[in-house]
Each structure stands twice: as structure tokens, then as C-alpha cells.
């Protein structure tokens, strides 16, 4: 029976499988979409991978990830200009609904985040004609302020959205409400985000209390305080109705669970709380 | 000699002494203005520790701390109410410059972080009277998105504006840059809450990359990544020029090391990097 509407990005069984036996457990829960990482497609080869998702009919809800814009000096910054183009080359082979890209935080010692701001506009500008060639959009996921020193100055739905309407057409935001769940704009810029058709992904997972780990500690749907329900009917009242995409990082607790039961426990929890 | 414009914040040094000796220790380096916490207060008593205030002419840039207004019940949220009115009678017997406030975050087990919200609001507003009739300034310090739940719902320094100017005269902010560094609207609140004359505090310390604890991992002036000259410049070009209170919660470096040269190193940071 088919999980309709379900999406599973596979960092969430990262530490257990690769990417063939990630997609069987999927296939095995009735889930059709799902969102690598693109060193889980490297790990079986890009070639394998598309072949894998053709076979299977599988929907990509998003290749993570694009980003890391800011570097300390120009050659670093068109290094991963080059890397982010290839990134692109990638998601289009995979026929991904879209590239997601963290930002990057401040380069090197740098005390500026307004210089590492602008780096990030000017990066995704820099690969932006190379996607909208490939057709691939480019979704950039505003993260939670805690990540702002070290893997994204781009921190707000809203300061995304303001990204967007600078750089035109194919760009847009993921929305993950693990990121963006305590913002007291929230529900104002969901709804710009529908006016401006930029929604492009829904993350979903849960912010536990206590939080223990800042990276690897987020919960499973149902588990923390984040309201999905309210947050899901606001971006379904802003027109997206594409799939959830759960994206847990949980190095103490799912990360060492077996895939299958994991997998069961998005589908449960996906159906009863989100 | 003494040393203008720094305030040393008690919990800096709140593991290694109580209030009557980290007075004397930062008299010994020239500093005259202080912000004790309420629990180094009561362990001294009220009326002692005022006595030492006004001996040694000592200047308090805040009391830390009222707020945690959200309770799952009325009568939880009358009980805070209370302690804070409490609150204000401490601040005003020690003639504290104000009392600063921590929201409080969700109410046990709830999502609904509106409402929470709307809880301090409602509290503050309670509150309000007996501040101004004790003519005591009530500080809203928004803080870290990061401790959305647990600590305080009001996130942004526009957010606490907002209630400012929802409230009227005496409701103001503490800003407290750990908490609001990577804000991208960061700028524009400042000098807005200048004009509104709203800044009752500024706070400093640093953000450390890594970050190994959401709660005790705060850093000395200058190791972090926080561009504290550029916020202090901010603050005063919006009309501030009240002394940088030095609030550090460290528990694996500065709170274990001797208090003397805790604030010997607050002293030679203040001068180099704020």
C-alpha cells in the first residue's frame, strides 16, 4: 500500500544503509519519494542511482545538498561555485524536484557575517544560469540561527524569500521545520512564500526538549514541540502540497535503531502526527 | 583605576563566589557597576547586599532575572505574576537600572508557541504597573531562537519591540549580542529600538565555533566569532551609551577558573575587542 504524500530523506538512515538498501526498505513501507545525499549517490555511483530511481519510479523530493558559498579568498568561493554546478548536473540526472542549498557560515575566522551574506547571494547567482539551463531549481533552506557561525548565514524564511525576489526565477526555499519553527514571522512568510511560488520542499522531524546535541539530536515526528499539523496546513494554505520530507539526524537514538524500524515509525508517525 | 563603561554580570563567576566577595573582586580591577542574579541576592539577603551597593557606590546595570511567565494553568501564571512583582522590589531596593526579563518557553508539554507567547505578553503587561509605580524599568532580553522552548518564546529583538510598543512606557530590551548576532534584521532593530529609546542594557560575551553546549558554552570577548565592536557602534549610534555587561556561562573554562582572573581577562577583553 502506498505511503502517499511521505517522503524520506535517507540522511535519516544514513548510519545504516547506502542507497540501494535504503530505497528496498522505502519500496518495502510503500514510500516512493525520498531525497539522497550526494554522497550516498556517490557511494553506488550517479549512473546506478539514476538507474535505481527509473527502475523503481521513485519521485526525488530534493538532492542534498548545495552550498557552503562563503570561502576566505575568490578561489575558494569558484571552487565551490564548480562544485555546486556539478552538484546541479547531479540533481538533473536524478530528475530531483530541486538542488537544496545550505548556505554556508562565516569563512575562516571572519567576524563578518554581512560579507559572508553577500558571498551566498553572489555564489548561488554564479550557478543559478547552469540550473536554470539544467531545469533544476535551486532551493535554498533558510537554518536555524544556532548553524549562523559555521553552516548557514541565511537563517529565516523570510531572509530566503528576500534571496529569492534579488535573484529571479529558479530559486526558491526549502522549508524545514526543524529551522524555522520558533519564528515569530513564521506564518507571515509562509504565506509570502506561497504568493511568490518558491516553496519547493517541507522538512519535516521534531525539536526535542532537552535538545543534547546541536547537530545530531532532532526527533522523530510527535517526539518534540513543534507544531506540524499547524505548520503543514499553513503551507498547504500557501498552495504547496508536494510531499513531507522527513530529515532526522539522531546519532544517539535513530541512527542506531534497525532501518526497517525506523522507517516503520516515520510512516506511523507521519499518518497520526503530522 | 577605574575602568568605565564595563559591567561584570555575577553569574560570570557565580561557581566561584558569592556576591559580597566577586564585589570585592571587581572593585580590586576598577569595575563599579555590576548585575547580580536574584538567587546571589537572596543568599547574602536583601538588605545586606543593598548595603554593599550603596557603600561602595556601586552602580547596577540590571537584575537578572523576572519573566517566565507560560504555565499550563491560571494559577500558574498568578504565581508568576507574583514573583515578579517581587522581582521589581528587589531591583528596586538594590536601585538597579532595571530588571531584566526571561520570557519563559512553552508551557508543559505544549506546541502551541502562540500562545506561550501571548502568555508574556499578558504577564508583563500584569507586571507593568507595579514597575512603574516602583519606578522600575522592566528589560525584555529576547534570546537565542535556540532556547525557543525552554527558556524564552520572544526570539528577536523586533519581536520584544513589538510588545514594547504593545505596553507602553516602561518596557524596554536588554540586548544581549550571543542572542541576537546572527540576526539579519539585526541593524534595523537596533536603530529602531533607539528611536523608540528602548535599550535598557547590552550585554556581551562571544559565540564559539564549535558550540558544545546550548546552554554553558559561552565565550570570553574576542574567541568567538561576533562582531562586537561593529554591535557596540550600533548601539551607541542609536543613543545607548550605558556600560557592556559581560555575561559569560561557561562551565568547563571560565567558571572553573579563579575568579581574579576571570575578571582580570573581562577587563583586558573589554578594552581590546568590544
Not at 90 to 112: I, M, Q, Y
Not at 188 to 213: E, F, S, Y
Request: charged share 25%; proline share 4%; glycine share 10%.
Amino acid at each position: 500500500m502506498q505511503v502517499e504524500g511521505l517522503s524520506i530523506n535517507l540522511a535519516t538512515i544514513r548510519e545504516q544503509c547506502g542507497f540501494a538498501e535504503a530505497v528496498d526498505i522505502c519500496l518495502k513501507h510503500g514510500i516512493t519519494a525520498i531525497a539522497p545525499w550526494r554522497d550516498q549517490v556517490a557511494a553506488i555511483g550517479l549512473g546506478e542511482a539514476g538507474r535505481i530511481v527509473r527502475a523503481n519510479g521513485l519521485k526525488l523530493t530534493g538532492l542534498c545538498r548545495g552550498g557552503f558559498f562563503p570561502a576566505p579568498d575568490a578561489s575558494g568561493r569558484e571552487k565551490a561555485i564548480d562544485d555546486n554546478r556539478r552538484a546541479v548536473d547531479e540533481a538533473a540526472e536524478l530528475g530531483a524536484d530541486c538542488l537544496v542549498l545550505v548556505a554556508g557560515g562565516l569563512p575562516g575566522g571572519s567576524k563578518n557575517i554581512d560579507a559572508a551574506r553577500r558571498m551566498v547571494v553572489e555564489g548561488i547567482a554564479a550557478v543559478l544560469p547552469h540550473a536554470r539551463a539544467a531545469g533544476v531549481p535551486l532551493a535554498i533552506e533558510p537554518l536555524h540561527p544556532m548553524y549562523a557561525a559555521d553552516r548557514a548565514c541565511v537563517n529565516t524564511l523570510g531572509q530566503a524569500l528576500d534571496i529569492c525576489e534579488t535573484l529571479g526565477p529558479g530559486v526558491g526555499v526549502a522549508i524545514d521545520v526543524y529551522h524555522v519553527w520558533w519564528d515569530p514571522d513564521l506564518a507571515n512568510q509562509i504565506a509570502r512564500a506561497g504568493k511568490m511560488k518558491a516553496i519547493l520542499a517541507h522538512h519535516i522531524c521534531d525539536w526535542l526538549v532537552p535538545t543534547k546535541d546541536m547537530l545530531t539530536d532532532r526527533g522523530m515526528m510527535g517526539d518534540g514541540v513543534i507544531d506540524l499539523k499547524g505548520i503543514r496546513r499553513r503551507i498547504e494554505a500557501a498552495g504547496f502540497h508536494g510531499a513531507q520530507e522527513v530529515e532526522i539526524f539522531s546519532a544517539d537514538n535513530w541512527w542506531k535503531r534497525p532501518a526497517d524500524e525506523v522507517i516503520a515509525t516515520c510512516v506511523e508517525r507521519y499518518r497520526n502526527c503530522c
